[in-house]
Protein backbone atom coordinates (compact mmCIF):
# COMPACT_ATOMS: atom_id res chain seq x y z
CA UNK A 1 0.00 0.00 0.00
CA UNK A 2 2.87 2.53 0.93
CA UNK A 3 4.42 1.45 -2.85
CA UNK A 4 1.00 2.18 -4.62
CA UNK A 5 0.42 4.99 -2.17
CA UNK A 6 4.12 6.56 -3.80
CA UNK A 7 3.38 5.60 -7.31
CA UNK A 8 0.06 7.39 -6.75
CA UNK A 9 2.58 10.21 -5.77
CA UNK A 10 4.82 10.56 -8.59
CA UNK A 11 2.22 9.55 -11.09
CA UNK A 12 0.31 12.75 -10.02
CA UNK A 13 3.30 14.65 -9.98
CA UNK A 14 3.93 13.93 -13.26
CA UNK A 15 0.43 14.81 -14.24
CA UNK A 16 1.32 18.22 -12.59
CA UNK A 17 4.14 18.91 -14.60
CA UNK A 18 3.87 17.23 -17.70
CA UNK A 19 0.27 18.30 -20.25
CA UNK A 20 0.35 15.66 -22.65
CA UNK A 21 -2.16 17.88 -25.55
CA UNK A 22 -2.21 17.00 -28.94
CA UNK A 23 0.93 17.40 -30.97
CA UNK A 24 -0.52 19.49 -33.12
CA UNK A 25 -1.87 21.96 -30.23
CA UNK A 26 0.55 25.02 -30.02
CA UNK A 27 -0.42 25.70 -27.05
CA UNK A 28 1.23 23.02 -25.41
CA UNK A 29 3.36 23.44 -22.57
CA UNK A 30 5.77 20.24 -22.03
CA UNK A 31 7.44 21.53 -18.62
CA UNK A 32 10.49 20.07 -17.59
CA UNK A 33 11.68 21.86 -14.42
CA UNK A 34 8.92 21.20 -12.15
CA UNK A 35 8.63 24.75 -11.12
CA UNK A 36 5.88 27.16 -11.24
CA UNK A 37 6.35 30.76 -11.24
CA UNK A 38 5.49 31.10 -7.96
CA UNK A 39 8.98 28.82 -7.69
CA UNK A 40 10.94 31.08 -8.68
CA UNK A 41 12.69 34.21 -6.75
CA UNK A 42 11.53 37.45 -7.59
CA UNK A 43 13.87 39.39 -9.88
CA UNK A 44 14.83 43.15 -9.17
CA UNK A 45 12.33 45.37 -10.60
CA UNK A 46 15.13 48.39 -10.40
CA UNK A 47 17.46 45.67 -12.88
CA UNK A 48 14.61 45.28 -15.47
CA UNK A 49 13.40 48.80 -15.61
CA UNK A 50 17.55 49.96 -16.06
CA UNK A 51 17.69 46.96 -18.97
CA UNK A 52 15.15 48.40 -20.73
CA UNK A 53 16.05 51.87 -19.81
CA UNK A 54 19.35 51.63 -21.44
CA UNK A 55 18.17 50.71 -24.50
CA UNK A 56 15.57 53.63 -25.17
CA UNK A 57 18.60 55.58 -23.48
CA UNK A 58 21.35 54.72 -26.10
CA UNK A 59 18.64 54.40 -28.94
CA UNK A 60 18.72 58.72 -29.33
CA UNK A 61 21.52 59.66 -27.69
CA UNK A 62 23.38 60.02 -31.03
CA UNK A 63 20.34 61.42 -32.64
CA UNK A 64 22.37 65.49 -31.76
CA UNK A 65 26.03 63.73 -32.15
CA UNK A 66 25.25 63.04 -36.34
CA UNK A 67 26.66 66.54 -37.19
CA UNK A 68 29.96 66.19 -33.94
CA UNK A 69 30.53 62.61 -36.03
CA UNK A 70 30.82 64.09 -38.99
CA UNK A 71 33.26 67.19 -38.20
CA UNK A 72 35.53 64.47 -36.11
CA UNK A 73 36.15 61.68 -38.25
CA UNK A 74 35.67 62.99 -41.61
CA UNK A 75 32.62 62.17 -42.90
CA UNK A 76 29.76 63.24 -44.96
CA UNK A 77 26.47 63.44 -42.99
CA UNK A 78 24.51 61.22 -44.47
CA UNK A 79 27.47 58.41 -43.39
CA UNK A 80 27.52 59.59 -39.92
CA UNK A 81 23.90 59.30 -39.93
CA UNK A 82 24.22 55.45 -40.23
CA UNK A 83 25.12 55.23 -36.90
CA UNK A 84 21.33 55.66 -36.06
CA UNK A 85 20.18 53.95 -39.08
CA UNK A 86 21.97 50.41 -38.13
CA UNK A 87 21.51 50.52 -34.41
CA UNK A 88 17.63 50.83 -35.50
CA UNK A 89 18.14 47.51 -38.15
CA UNK A 90 19.75 45.60 -35.43
CA UNK A 91 17.67 46.17 -32.57
CA UNK A 92 14.41 45.20 -34.93
CA UNK A 93 15.85 42.35 -36.65
CA UNK A 94 17.89 41.09 -33.31
CA UNK A 95 14.46 40.71 -31.16
CA UNK A 96 13.32 38.05 -34.18
CA UNK A 97 16.51 36.17 -32.74
CA UNK A 98 16.37 36.66 -29.34
CA UNK A 99 13.18 36.36 -27.93
CA UNK A 100 12.73 32.68 -29.21
CA UNK A 101 16.45 32.28 -28.12
CA UNK A 102 15.68 33.00 -24.43
CA UNK A 103 13.17 30.31 -24.66
CA UNK A 104 15.45 27.99 -25.69
CA UNK A 105 18.53 28.61 -23.57
CA UNK A 106 16.97 31.02 -20.93
CA UNK A 107 16.52 34.79 -20.24
CA UNK A 108 19.44 34.95 -17.94
CA UNK A 109 21.71 33.68 -20.78
CA UNK A 110 20.15 36.09 -23.52
CA UNK A 111 20.64 38.72 -20.76
CA UNK A 112 23.99 38.17 -20.20
CA UNK A 113 24.90 37.35 -23.72
CA UNK A 114 22.65 40.82 -25.23
CA UNK A 115 25.01 43.05 -22.05
CA UNK A 116 28.18 42.23 -23.31
CA UNK A 117 27.37 43.08 -26.53
CA UNK A 118 26.43 46.09 -25.54
CA UNK A 119 29.34 46.87 -23.73
CA UNK A 120 31.51 45.83 -26.53
CA UNK A 121 29.46 48.32 -28.97
CA UNK A 122 30.07 51.02 -26.69
CA UNK A 123 33.73 50.37 -25.91
CA UNK A 124 34.18 50.14 -29.85
CA UNK A 125 32.31 53.72 -30.15
CA UNK A 126 34.66 55.35 -27.38
CA UNK A 127 37.69 54.23 -28.88
CA UNK A 128 37.18 53.99 -32.25
CA UNK A 129 39.33 56.71 -35.01
CA UNK A 130 36.95 55.92 -37.46
CA UNK A 131 33.34 56.01 -38.92
CA UNK A 132 33.09 52.39 -39.59
CA UNK A 133 33.73 51.22 -36.41
CA UNK A 134 31.45 53.24 -34.47
CA UNK A 135 28.58 52.25 -37.08
CA UNK A 136 29.23 48.69 -36.30
CA UNK A 137 29.49 49.54 -32.65
CA UNK A 138 26.32 51.19 -33.00
CA UNK A 139 24.80 47.79 -34.49
CA UNK A 140 26.08 45.98 -31.71
CA UNK A 141 24.57 48.55 -28.87
CA UNK A 142 21.29 47.94 -31.11
CA UNK A 143 21.54 43.77 -30.05
CA UNK A 144 21.79 44.62 -26.45
CA UNK A 145 19.39 47.08 -26.43
CA UNK A 146 16.60 44.23 -28.19
CA UNK A 147 17.82 42.04 -25.38
CA UNK A 148 16.88 44.35 -22.78
CA UNK A 149 13.85 45.30 -24.01
CA UNK A 150 12.39 41.97 -25.41
CA UNK A 151 13.38 39.72 -22.46
CA UNK A 152 12.83 41.83 -19.20
CA UNK A 153 8.75 41.96 -20.09
CA UNK A 154 9.37 38.63 -20.79
CA UNK A 155 10.72 37.66 -16.78
CA UNK A 156 7.81 40.06 -15.59
CA UNK A 157 5.18 37.49 -17.60
CA UNK A 158 7.30 34.48 -16.44
CA UNK A 159 7.10 35.47 -12.42
CA UNK A 160 4.01 37.61 -12.08
CA UNK A 161 1.01 35.79 -14.89
CA UNK A 162 -1.02 37.97 -17.74
CA UNK A 163 -3.05 40.41 -15.61
CA UNK A 164 -0.63 41.15 -12.84
CA UNK A 165 2.39 41.68 -15.43
CA UNK A 166 0.55 44.12 -17.55
CA UNK A 167 0.71 46.57 -14.74
CA UNK A 168 3.96 46.10 -14.20
CA UNK A 169 5.16 46.50 -17.68
CA UNK A 170 3.02 49.63 -17.51
CA UNK A 171 5.50 51.09 -14.95
CA UNK A 172 8.55 49.62 -16.83
CA UNK A 173 6.93 51.70 -20.13
CA UNK A 174 6.50 54.64 -17.86
CA UNK A 175 10.47 54.19 -17.20
CA UNK A 176 11.37 53.71 -20.71
CA UNK A 177 10.25 56.31 -21.99
CA UNK A 178 12.21 58.92 -19.57
CA UNK A 179 15.34 58.14 -21.53
CA UNK A 180 14.83 59.16 -24.86
CA UNK A 181 12.98 62.63 -22.85
CA UNK A 182 16.87 63.06 -21.57
CA UNK A 183 19.20 61.11 -23.75
CA UNK A 184 19.32 64.37 -26.38
CA UNK A 185 19.65 66.98 -23.31
CA UNK A 186 22.52 64.51 -21.63
CA UNK A 187 24.10 64.34 -24.78
CA UNK A 188 24.28 67.88 -26.33
CA UNK A 189 25.78 68.70 -22.22
CA UNK A 190 28.43 66.05 -22.51
CA UNK A 191 29.46 66.92 -26.08
CA UNK A 192 29.84 70.40 -25.50
CA UNK A 193 31.29 70.31 -22.02
CA UNK A 194 33.99 67.13 -22.66
CA UNK A 195 33.80 65.16 -25.54
CA UNK A 196 31.38 62.78 -27.56
CA UNK A 197 33.30 60.19 -26.85
CA UNK A 198 32.66 60.09 -23.40
CA UNK A 199 29.21 59.52 -23.63
CA UNK A 200 30.16 56.16 -24.64
CA UNK A 201 32.61 56.01 -22.44
CA UNK A 202 29.48 56.07 -19.85
CA UNK A 203 27.31 53.72 -21.77
CA UNK A 204 30.26 51.30 -21.34
CA UNK A 205 30.69 51.78 -17.08
CA UNK A 206 26.97 51.40 -17.18
CA UNK A 207 26.56 48.40 -19.08
CA UNK A 208 28.99 46.47 -17.60
CA UNK A 209 27.57 47.30 -14.37
CA UNK A 210 24.50 45.71 -15.82
CA UNK A 211 26.07 42.83 -16.92
CA UNK A 212 27.39 42.26 -13.21
CA UNK A 213 24.16 42.60 -11.73
CA UNK A 214 22.65 40.36 -14.41
CA UNK A 215 25.33 37.63 -13.70
CA UNK A 216 25.37 38.30 -9.87
CA UNK A 217 21.54 38.55 -8.64
CA UNK A 218 19.01 38.00 -11.76
CA UNK A 219 17.68 34.59 -11.37
CA UNK A 220 16.61 32.38 -14.45
CA UNK A 221 12.44 32.41 -15.06
CA UNK A 222 11.93 30.21 -17.48
CA UNK A 223 10.66 27.20 -18.05
CA UNK A 224 12.58 25.10 -20.23
CA UNK A 225 10.15 22.71 -22.50
CA UNK A 226 10.19 19.90 -24.66
CA UNK A 227 7.80 18.57 -27.18
CA UNK A 228 5.50 15.41 -27.31
CA UNK A 229 8.76 13.88 -29.14
CA UNK A 230 10.91 15.00 -26.07
CA UNK A 231 12.79 17.25 -28.15
CA UNK A 232 13.98 20.49 -26.52
CA UNK A 233 12.23 23.62 -27.44
CA UNK A 234 14.06 25.13 -30.83
CA UNK A 235 14.41 28.41 -31.62
CA UNK A 236 12.48 28.09 -35.31
CA UNK A 237 9.35 26.76 -32.82
CA UNK A 238 7.94 30.22 -32.55
CA UNK A 239 6.58 30.28 -36.56
CA UNK A 240 3.53 28.74 -35.48
CA UNK A 241 2.49 32.00 -34.00
CA UNK A 242 1.67 33.35 -37.47
CA UNK A 243 -1.05 31.16 -37.76
CA UNK A 244 -2.71 31.71 -34.80
CA UNK A 245 -5.72 34.67 -35.30
CA UNK A 246 -5.43 35.74 -31.29
CA UNK A 247 -1.44 36.21 -31.63
CA UNK A 248 -1.79 37.88 -35.21
CA UNK A 249 -4.96 39.96 -33.70
CA UNK A 250 -3.18 41.28 -30.38
CA UNK A 251 0.10 41.63 -31.93
CA UNK A 252 -0.94 43.51 -35.02
CA UNK A 253 -3.04 46.04 -33.52
CA UNK A 254 -0.16 46.64 -31.09
CA UNK A 255 1.89 47.37 -34.18
CA UNK A 256 -0.86 49.75 -35.96
CA UNK A 257 -1.19 51.25 -32.80
CA UNK A 258 2.72 51.63 -32.82
CA UNK A 259 2.50 53.57 -36.38
CA UNK A 260 0.20 56.06 -35.52
CA UNK A 261 2.63 57.61 -33.84
CA UNK A 262 6.04 56.88 -36.13
CA UNK A 263 3.17 58.39 -38.55
CA UNK A 264 3.44 61.56 -36.50
CA UNK A 265 7.04 61.76 -35.88
CA UNK A 266 7.70 61.33 -39.07
CA UNK A 267 5.82 64.40 -40.20
CA UNK A 268 5.32 66.68 -37.48
CA UNK A 269 8.50 68.50 -37.42
CA UNK A 270 7.99 69.35 -40.94
CA UNK A 271 4.40 70.75 -40.61
CA UNK A 272 4.77 72.71 -37.53
CA UNK A 273 8.89 74.00 -38.37
CA UNK A 274 8.22 74.38 -42.19
CA UNK A 275 4.88 75.00 -42.84
CA UNK A 276 3.65 76.91 -40.24
CA UNK A 277 7.47 78.33 -39.23
CA UNK A 278 8.04 77.55 -35.63
CA UNK A 279 11.53 77.49 -34.17
CA UNK A 280 12.73 73.59 -33.09
CA UNK A 281 12.81 74.64 -29.87
CA UNK A 282 9.20 75.22 -29.79
CA UNK A 283 8.39 72.00 -31.51
CA UNK A 284 10.65 70.46 -28.75
CA UNK A 285 8.59 72.20 -26.13
CA UNK A 286 5.32 70.93 -27.41
CA UNK A 287 6.61 67.75 -28.24
CA UNK A 288 6.61 67.16 -23.90
CA UNK A 289 3.32 67.09 -23.93
CA UNK A 290 3.25 63.53 -25.93
CA UNK A 291 5.43 61.77 -23.86
CA UNK A 292 3.56 63.29 -21.11
CA UNK A 293 0.48 61.75 -22.40
CA UNK A 294 2.05 58.24 -23.40
CA UNK A 295 3.46 58.14 -19.69
CA UNK A 296 0.04 58.85 -18.07
CA UNK A 297 -1.51 56.40 -20.08
CA UNK A 298 0.99 53.59 -19.31
CA UNK A 299 0.00 54.93 -15.35
CA UNK A 300 -3.95 54.37 -15.59
CA UNK A 301 -3.03 50.86 -17.53
CA UNK A 302 -0.75 49.84 -14.57
CA UNK A 303 -2.85 51.64 -11.74
CA UNK A 304 -6.03 49.86 -12.70
CA UNK A 305 -4.98 46.94 -15.18
CA UNK A 306 -5.99 44.39 -12.66
CA UNK A 307 -9.44 45.97 -11.86
CA UNK A 308 -10.72 45.79 -15.41
CA UNK A 309 -8.42 43.76 -17.66
CA UNK A 310 -6.58 43.90 -20.10
CA UNK A 311 -9.06 43.17 -23.26
CA UNK A 312 -11.26 46.31 -21.88
CA UNK A 313 -7.91 48.59 -21.78
CA UNK A 314 -7.11 47.76 -24.96
CA UNK A 315 -10.19 47.90 -26.68
CA UNK A 316 -10.84 51.55 -24.59
CA UNK A 317 -7.26 52.70 -26.29
CA UNK A 318 -7.67 51.18 -29.76
CA UNK A 319 -11.17 53.41 -29.68
CA UNK A 320 -9.97 56.42 -28.51
CA UNK A 321 -7.26 56.73 -31.05
CA UNK A 322 -9.56 56.21 -33.99
CA UNK A 323 -11.63 58.14 -32.68
CA UNK A 324 -9.39 60.97 -32.13
CA UNK A 325 -7.92 60.51 -35.74
CA UNK A 326 -11.16 60.85 -37.00
CA UNK A 327 -12.09 63.78 -35.91
CA UNK A 328 -8.76 66.11 -36.08
CA UNK A 329 -8.80 66.63 -39.73
CA UNK A 330 -10.87 70.54 -39.39
CA UNK A 331 -8.28 71.43 -36.80
CA UNK A 332 -5.26 70.35 -39.08
CA UNK A 333 -5.56 73.56 -41.53
CA UNK A 334 -5.20 75.79 -38.33
CA UNK A 335 -1.72 76.98 -38.49
CA UNK A 336 -0.54 76.27 -34.73
CA UNK A 337 1.10 73.95 -33.13
CA UNK A 338 -1.70 73.43 -30.43
CA UNK A 339 -4.05 71.21 -32.88
CA UNK A 340 -1.52 69.61 -33.52
CA UNK A 341 0.02 68.04 -30.10
CA UNK A 342 -3.21 68.58 -28.19
CA UNK A 343 -4.70 65.42 -30.39
CA UNK A 344 -1.33 63.52 -30.43
CA UNK A 345 -1.17 63.84 -27.14
CA UNK A 346 -4.40 62.12 -26.71
CA UNK A 347 -3.55 59.32 -28.79
CA UNK A 348 -0.24 59.20 -27.00
CA UNK A 349 -2.28 58.59 -23.94
CA UNK A 350 -4.51 56.13 -25.60
CA UNK A 351 -1.75 54.27 -26.84
CA UNK A 352 -0.64 53.89 -22.98
CA UNK A 353 -3.62 52.06 -22.53
CA UNK A 354 -2.72 49.67 -24.94
CA UNK A 355 1.03 49.07 -24.75
CA UNK A 356 1.13 47.32 -21.46
CA UNK A 357 -1.74 45.23 -22.10
CA UNK A 358 -0.94 44.22 -25.38
CA UNK A 359 2.17 42.94 -24.30
CA UNK A 360 1.16 41.01 -22.20
CA UNK A 361 -1.42 39.30 -23.95
CA UNK A 362 0.79 38.73 -26.92
CA UNK A 363 3.21 36.75 -24.51
CA UNK A 364 0.19 34.83 -23.20
CA UNK A 365 -1.25 33.23 -26.32
CA UNK A 366 1.03 30.33 -25.93
CA UNK A 367 2.64 30.65 -22.72
CA UNK A 368 6.25 28.22 -23.75
CA UNK A 369 6.56 30.64 -26.76
CA UNK A 370 6.23 33.65 -24.90
CA UNK A 371 9.73 34.96 -25.74
CA UNK A 372 9.03 34.32 -29.41
CA UNK A 373 5.96 36.31 -29.03
CA UNK A 374 7.98 39.36 -27.47
CA UNK A 375 10.44 39.32 -30.14
CA UNK A 376 8.33 38.87 -33.11
CA UNK A 377 5.75 42.07 -31.78
CA UNK A 378 8.51 43.88 -31.07
CA UNK A 379 9.87 43.08 -34.78
CA UNK A 380 7.16 43.97 -36.45
CA UNK A 381 6.50 47.73 -33.76
CA UNK A 382 9.74 48.61 -35.16
CA UNK A 383 10.05 47.66 -38.35
CA UNK A 384 6.30 48.92 -39.00
CA UNK A 385 7.29 51.92 -37.88
CA UNK A 386 10.48 52.23 -40.29
CA UNK A 387 7.94 51.44 -42.89
CA UNK A 388 5.51 54.14 -42.13
CA UNK A 389 8.20 56.63 -41.16
CA UNK A 390 9.76 56.40 -44.73
CA UNK A 391 6.30 56.69 -46.30
CA UNK A 392 5.25 59.60 -44.55
CA UNK A 393 8.46 61.06 -44.87
CA UNK A 394 8.31 60.75 -48.90
CA UNK A 395 4.88 62.19 -49.37
CA UNK A 396 4.43 64.98 -46.80
CA UNK A 397 6.35 67.18 -49.07
CA UNK A 398 4.03 66.36 -51.84
CA UNK A 399 0.52 66.24 -50.60
CA UNK A 400 0.57 68.13 -46.92
CA UNK A 401 -2.48 65.39 -45.54
CA UNK A 402 -0.07 62.59 -45.91
CA UNK A 403 0.58 62.20 -41.76
CA UNK A 404 -2.54 62.75 -40.72
CA UNK A 405 -4.25 59.94 -43.10
CA UNK A 406 -1.93 57.64 -42.86
CA UNK A 407 -2.37 58.33 -38.63
CA UNK A 408 -5.84 57.23 -39.70
CA UNK A 409 -5.69 54.10 -41.78
CA UNK A 410 -3.39 52.91 -38.88
CA UNK A 411 -6.01 53.70 -36.16
CA UNK A 412 -8.58 51.80 -38.15
CA UNK A 413 -5.79 48.45 -39.18
CA UNK A 414 -5.52 48.56 -35.52
CA UNK A 415 -9.26 48.13 -34.61
CA UNK A 416 -9.48 45.60 -37.41
CA UNK A 417 -6.76 43.86 -36.10
CA UNK A 418 -8.51 43.66 -32.86
CA UNK A 419 -11.70 42.81 -34.19
CA UNK A 420 -9.83 39.58 -35.41
CA UNK A 421 -9.27 38.38 -31.99
CA UNK A 422 -12.19 39.97 -29.96
CA UNK A 423 -14.27 36.66 -30.01
CA UNK A 424 -11.39 35.10 -28.08
CA UNK A 425 -10.27 38.23 -25.55
CA UNK A 426 -13.69 39.86 -25.27
CA UNK A 427 -14.19 39.64 -20.67
CA UNK A 428 -16.40 37.38 -20.59
CA UNK A 429 -18.69 40.08 -17.85
Avoid at 22 to 51: E, H, R
Avoid at 271 to 293: D, H, N, W
Avoid at 369 to 376: F, I, K, V
Wanted: one cysteine or more; glycine letters at 10%; aromatic letters at 12%.
Amino acid sequence: MFLAGCSAIRLNHAARVFRMPDKNDVSATYNVSGNSPADFKNPSMLLLILLSGIGGFAMVVVVPLIPILADSLGVSYATAQLSLSVFFAAFAIAQLILGPFSDSFGRRTTLVIGMSLFALGSLACAISETALIVILGRGLQGIGAASGMAIARVIINDVHGREKSASLIGYLTMAMVVGPMVAPTISGFVAESIGWRWLFWMLFAVSSCLLVAIIMKLPETVQFSRDADGRRQGIFDGLPLLKNIEFIGLAGNWAFSACVYYAFLAGAAYVVIEQMGRPETEYGAYFIMVSLGYISGNWVAARYGHVYGSARFIMAGTLLALTVTMTQWPFYGMMHPVYVFVPMSIIAFANGLVSPHSASSVMNVVPRLSGAASGLSGFLQIGGGALISLLVGYFQFQFGYTMIIVMFLSACCAFISLMLCWHIIRPSR
